[in-house]
């Protein structure tokens, strides 16, 4: 198929003519004439129409159409032709050429042609003033697009003000707060420390200092909040402690480890007992480190006494943990951050030394408990116990029994009863230790008759409080042979202050029999 058969896919025969032209219409009835409009402004000038009956839209032949396209070579030219518009003038040659054959084929009449061409010839008179709002359009959408970019510039770098702003105010707030505050003191410790209300009824009921924050706390201590905090923080691992650690030999073999805290903690530690600790109220069962009670009060009650049970609690001040601790502040009225803060400042984590890369560190291996060595730890562990005595006392009550506790040391005495109930009494022991935190050191239970030596935290209670004979004789042998040979002569097992231990063996001797540890004490500094 040709061009040309593609454009004008109508076939017209040869034989076809021209459509004859319709006869004019009739004349319209006149119509009276009415009273002239007031003047309007003027119509805007409309483009000549085109005369549907000139040459440009007669009907052609398709012999004449390939003639005509042959001869001007009208249908090969470029697709710009005559004037460029979307609708091409009448006058233009090929357009006068596809006109005709539009209207030939029957595809377009002259009028409907005639009507496409005057809506040509008005574009073209309006393009201008188009290109030329177009061109507006555009300037303006250019200039919209970079005030918007200015304006988002402009955003940006205020937001970006504003939150350097709230940083720096953030920053000076956080410097602030942790000059005057205390929000964080180590993982798995820091969880109360939100919590700043004291029961301030219970602390007076007890003549307790009302601290609220650990801002508080830290006045009470005549310390900085930075002081407090370092002396508080806890870190698993640290390049240095609060604490100076020793070992001292046991009676049964092996070594005990103690803790003597630095001397800022230490005042720290005595502040919190003397103010704090010593007026928490304890069991008439706990004799050790109650003021006006002690060993020989411990003793006393078990004299006399068929049979004397003795039970120790193994790891004692450490089983006596953080949270426990805390605990014991929270229940006589301190609130979460108090409490937390004076746990942290009475306790400490089991620690081994560990060298990496040259530096040596102190790495904690397992929770922090109460340190042997603080002031703090017999009060503190009198106060975890407390639930302990009573239930221990009831047990004591139900089998007509006498029960004491001197720290860690566990004594019951009773007449011919105790001997028929030893086994349930050991047992229910073990398992209300066990209830409450504690554990039972089976090596070191001990059931005493009266056939031999009944002893409880060192004093015979046979008969009367006394000091084992033996002990007392060894003593006074020491002194006796130390005024010829020289007191470290007798220093046999070696020990590193012979003197200073040989005072506290005639001190214990002095609260139990203080005639005979006079005596003791006068041989001692008769040797200078």
Not at 159 to 165: C, D, P, V
Not at 485 to 510: C, M
């Amino acid at each position: 198929m040709s061009a040309f058969d593609w454009l004008f896919r109508r076939k017209r025969t040869p034989e076809s003519e021209p459509p004859a032209q319709a006869p004019p219409a009739a004349p319209a009835p006149a119509t009276p004439v009415a009273t002239p409009p007031a003047a309007s402004a003027p119509a805007p000038p409309k483009a000549p129409a085109a005369d549907p009956m000139s040459s440009e839209f007669l009907p052609v032949t398709r012999a004449e159409i390939v003639d005509a396209a042959g001869k001007g070579n009208l249908l090969s030219t470029a697709f710009q032709f005559g004037r460029p518009s979307i609708i091409p003038p009448a006058s233009d040659p090929r357009t006068q050429l596809i006109d005709r054959a539009l209207v030939t084929n029957g595809l377009l009449s002259s009028e409907e042609l005639t009507e496409i061409h005057r809506v040509g010839d008005e574009y073209e008179a309006v393009k201008p003033t188009e290109a030329g709002m177009a061109a507006a359009a555009g300037l303006a959408g250019e200039a919209a697009v970079k005030a918007y970019r200015e304006d988002k510039g402009r955003r940006k770098a205020q937001k970006k003000a504003e939150s350097a702003e709230r940083k720096k105010q953030r920053a000076e707030a956080v410097k602030l707060r942790r000059e005057t505050d205390i929000i964080f003191l180590g993982r798995g410790v820091s969880g109360k420390l939100h919590l700043r209300l004291s029961d301030e009824s219970k602390l007076a009921e007890r003549g307790l200092p009302v601290m609220h924050t650990p801002a508080d706390v830290a006045k009470f201590l005549n310390l900085t909040i930075k002081q407090l905090r370092w002396l508080a923080f806890h870190t698993d691992v640290a390049t240095r402690t609060h604490y100076v650690k020793f070992q001292v030999p046991k009676k049964s073999g092996g070594v005990r480890t103690l803790a003597a805290p630095h001397q800022k903690l230490k005042a720290a530690q005595h502040a919190i007992l003397a103010n704090i600790a010593s007026r928490f109220p304890v069991t008439e069962a706990a004799h050790g480190f109650v003021a006006g009670r002690g060993i020989v009060t411990n003793a006393s009650p078990h004299v006399g006494k068929v049979a004397v049970v003795n039970l120790d609690l193994e790891n004692f001040f450490p089983t006596v943990v953080f949270p426990r601790v805390r605990a014991v502040f929270e229940r006589y009225g301190y609130s979460g951050s108090v409490a937390t803060v004076l746990a942290l400042l009475c306790t400490e984590s089991p620690r081994a030394s560990v060298t990496y890369a040259g530096v040596k560190y102190e790495a904690a291996t397992g929770p922090r408990g109460l340190p042997q060595g603080a002031p703090t730890s017999p009060a503190l562990s009198n106060q975890v116990a407390r639930k302990l005595d009573r239930r221990l006392l009831g047990v004591a009550a139900k089998l007509g029994l006498t029960y004491t506790r001197y720290a860690d040391d566990l004594t019951f005495s009773g007449g011919e009863e105790l001997t028929s109930k030893t086994g349930w009494l050991l047992a229910r022991v073990r398992h209300v230790a066990q209830e409450e935190g504690f554990t039972v050191n089976e090596k070191k239970t001990r059931v005493m008759r009266r056939g031999a030596a009944q002893m409880v935290t060192g004093v015979v209670v046979n008969d009367k409080p006394s000091i084992d004979r033996d002990e007392l004789r060894r003593l006074r042998a020491i002194l006796h042979r130390a005024k010829t040979e020289g007191l470290d002569a007798q220093n046999r097992e070696g020990r590193p202050n012979f003197r200073a231990w040989l005072v506290g063996k005639i001190a214990f001797v002095r609260m139990v029999r203080p005639d005979a540890g006079a005596k003791l004490m006068a041989a001692l500094d008769a040797l200078g």
